[in-house]
């Protein structure tokens, strides 16, 4: 099963390393009349909800924190960043944090 690609990082006006967001994806969750609560509810696998989470232009530290997002793709995260110039990019999961490492990569398909 191919994975969705990993979107590049980039920092926001103000400083804050994020994802690059897809400009119509974000107007469609901002003016679509769907919410991210609503989008949490339905089933989607969750590839698809870790590159919507980057589409929409998440901080690497919030990644981090997302629930769905396996530890793999939040270090790998980390790491593109890192390898992109962002020598201090981290997340808590980068310190092995107690409350969200331990997310295991699912297998089931989008
Ligand atoms: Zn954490």
Known sequence: ????????????????????????????LDNGGIDLNRIACLQFSQDDRVQFAQLIGYSLRGFHELNYVPDSVALAASEAARKHGFESACGCRDDGCEIHCGVDEQDTAG
């Not at 099963?1 to 469609?28: C, S």
């Open 1 to 28: 099963m191919m994975k969705h690609p990993m979107q590049p990082l980039e920092t926001d006006e103000h400083g804050v390393l994020r994802f690059k967001q897809n400009a119509i994806v974000r107007y469609l």
